[in-house]
């Protein structure tokens, strides 16, 4: 009988780092799709997503010797692409468009044989909440995906953006009321 457990990310970092390259391949598949979601919301279209994450993947690698294991290897994997998504839209201003973002983002209908009329009007509340987000601070935006999109821990969303904890929790409670007032404004325009 085999062992068909799979390696932890401290294993493959390791394999990695002595030299097969094909473990960092592992941890690609296993993040990426989770990464380019994060990272969407951040940057606001797929292209930019992708080009993004695949920023952070050649970082990540190039940079894994500095790896300290302090954290999760997804921890400061998201990091590095955070950090490129906000230097991109930075980048960018004004904004670029989150029109393009439908069919791949989490927030769709699950339910794919639901009423048309009610699938078409749950895509509309998608992509104006994908609007709205665009919208916010960046600072406010980066806690608001981590939390409410990714489900991340305080502690987690702390260590990734080198926060304190109440930082994480007031920055929350900031973007969550700056996206109530986004949506209501776009919803009475």
Not at 28 to 55: C, I, S, T, W
Not at 107 to 129: G, I, M
Request: net charge positive; aromatic share 6%; glycine share 4%.
């Amino acid at each position: 009988m085999t062992d068909t457990t799979l390696p932890s990310d401290a294993q493959l970092v390791e394999e990695t780092l002595g030299g097969q390259p094909e473990a960092f391949g592992k941890l690609v598949l296993k993040y990426q799709d989770r990464l380019f979601n994060a990272v969407l919301h951040v940057v606001g279209n797929p292209e930019d997503a992708r080009d993004m994450v695949q920023e952070a993947l050649v970082q990540a690698f190039l940079k894994l010797e500095s790896f300290q294991r302090r954290s999760a290897f997804y921890t400061w994997l998201y990091r590095i692409a955070l950090n490129a998504a906000i230097s991109h839209r930075r980048r960018l201003r004004p904004m670029a468009s989150v029109e393009g973002a439908g069919a791949t983002g989490r927030l769709q209908p699950s339910n794919r044989e639901a009423d048309p009329a009610a699938v078409l009007d749950c895509k509309e509340r998608c992509r104006q909440v994908r609007q709205a987000i665009a919208q916010l601070a960046d600072d406010h935006r980066a806690v608001l995906v981590l939390r409410d999109i990714e489900g991340c821990d305080y502690q987690t969303i702390a260590e990734i953006l080198a926060l304190p904890v109440g930082t994480v929790r007031s920055r929350l409670h900031r973007a969550r009321l700056q996206l109530r007032d986004v949506l209501k404004e776009m919803l009475v325009s």
